[in-house]
């Protein structure tokens, strides 16, 4: 929404110029940096997954509140909402994708990670500009504000808590030997471990 719409918004809607455009980029910008500059500290009393959730809420929350958008000045308040829960979402993901893959499998990690996320651009950007350019700007924020919330709630059923829980004591049989064992290690998803152990009740 930000990078497809901010001009349409601004000076379509708003009537202003190509400053206040680049000001509002820049205070989505500047929420970005913030997050970023929090986002060590904070990473150092906690795990990924809930600044990475809040952020995405974060990302829901403006997106929702953007379909209410009447002036300029409340914008420039949503973009830097929104650039706080991109970085918020965005920036940890490097370090979760080094904790999830052993070093072997990291490079096929890392790629799978970026034609992934460049899918869902290809998808989002045009859907932004093309709901935009149909039915108006709001008709764009509501699609967007249904993808962010979709994403988030799938986010929140398949990364459970529990896969923080790095170390995990579990079963599996050895494919060379055909014998069953239960240790306990780094635990990540590869051809020995294709699922997460789960709970004893």
Excluded at 3 to 22: E, H, K, M, P, W
Excluded at 30 to 42: D, E, H, K, N, T
Excluded at 84 to 106: H, I
Excluded at 143 to 170: D, M
Aim: hydrophobic share 50%; net charge negative.
């Amino acid at each position: 929404m930000v990078i497809v719409n901010t001009v349409v918004l601004v000076q379509a809607d708003f009537g202003l110029s190509q400053r206040s455009t680049a000001i509002a980029l820049a205070f989505f910008g500047v929420g970005s940096m913030v997050s970023a500059l929090v986002l060590p500290r904070l990473l150092d009393k906690m795990r990924d997954r809930m600044p990475m959730l809040v952020g995405a809420a974060l990302l829901v929350i403006g997106l929702g509140l953007g379909i209410f958008l009447m002036d300029y000045f409340t914008l420039v308040v949503l973009w830097a909402l929104l650039g706080v829960g991109y970085s918020l979402s965005q920036t940890p993901s490097g370090r979760l994708l080094r904790r999830s893959s052993t070093a072997e499998d990291r490079p096929a990690l890392f790629a799978a990670q970026f034609a992934l996320s460049h899918s869902c651009w290809l998808v989002t950007y045009p859907l932004a500009g093309w709901v935009g350019a149909t039915w108006g700007t709001q008709a764009s924020f509501i699609a967007l504000t249904i993808v962010a919330a979709l994403s988030l709630l799938t986010a929140v059923l398949i990364w459970r808590p529990e896969h923080e829980e790095y170390v995990q004591l579990h079963s599996h049989t050895d494919a060379e030997t055909n014998n069953a064992s239960t240790h306990e290690h780094d635990f990540v998803i590869d051809d020995e471990h294709p699922s997460w152990p789960k709970k004893e009740k």
